[in-house]
Nanobody, 118 residues
């Protein structure tokens, strides 16, 4: 599975951005797709995930401001980010979790930088 994230950039506090993540390759049996973000160059923290059944999970700091959605026909995941805050500044990574008879696999996109100015 290859994941291509796009849509990052510079925005003022209070503004909006949308991130896209296009999945290609062996995309069957992807159970969950989501977004994580990294600010310290080490740890990635949950932003939001969505299962193939549509179950959504959000990190506490983004609830009510970010919305995750998924177009299964296009194999594309979206993250609509509204009311952005400077603390949302991070590199955002797209993730896909897949299970097969051979095991479970995690895939990551290349990351896209979101910078929110105050």
């Amino acid at each position: 599975v290859q994941l291509q994230a796009s849509g990052g950039g510079l925005v003022q506090a209070g503004g909006s951005l949308r991130l896209d993540c296009a999945a290609s390759g062996s995309t069957s049996n992807i159970d969950v797709m989501g977004w994580y973000r990294q600010t310290d160059g080490k740890n990635r923290y949950l932003v939001a995930t969505m299962s193939t059944k549509g179950r959504e999970i959000y990190g506490g700091s983004v609830k009510g401001r970010f919305t995750i959605s998924r177009d299964n026909a296009k194999n594309t995941l979206y993250l609509q980010m509204n009311t952005l805050k400077p603390e949302d500044t991070a590199v955002y990574y797209c993730n896909a979790f897949k299970t097969t008879t051979g095991g479970a696999y995690n895939y990551w996109g290349q990351g896209t930088l979101v910078t929110v100015s105050s």
